[in-house]
């Protein structure tokens, strides 16, 4: 028993297979656009978070230094932060959020003030890790 087509063939045939390619390579481009704007924004937070836990960090006397963390889960790190010396002022934090479903970032700024060697430790609010970093200001 032959098979028959379900669309005769001819011209007709020819244009009702263009559309359908057309509709399939557009599902797959916004298929392939969706799944590179949610990986995209997953890891947006990760350009804040690109130095570790326990640097030593050098500075000049009179330069700023930032240092910006971010929050996992809920929480803040706390805006005085412990400073072992006098070499090295805090001058402020600001709170901002990088992506809309990321967590809260902090920008910690500093100022070196006189020659030396101070240890910030950074304390948080709920379960983000504690930071303890050394800065030698020049």
Request: proline share 7%; aromatic share 8%; glycine share 8%.
């Amino acid at each position: 028993m032959p098979i028959l087509p379900l669309m005769p063939k001819g011209g007709i045939d020819r244009l009702a297979d263009v559309p359908i390619r057309w509709l399939v390579l557009g599902l797959l481009i916004a298929g392939i656009w969706i799944f590179a704007k949610l990986w995209i924004d997953q890891n947006d937070s990760d350009r804040y978070v690109l130095r570790t836990e326990g640097e030593t960090l050098r500075i000049a006397v009179g330069q700023e230094l930032d240092l910006t963390f971010q929050t996992i889960g809920p929480g803040e790190y706390e805006s005085r932060p412990s400073i072992s010396s006098s070499s090295l002022q805090f001058l402020d934090v600001t709170a901002f959020r990088p992506a809309p479903r990321a967590g809260l970032a902090q920008r910690f700024r500093f100022k070196g003030a006189i020659p030396g060697q101070a240890i910030v430790v950074i304390h948080h609010s709920g379960n983000s890790p504690v930071i303890h970093d050394t800065v030698n200001v020049h």
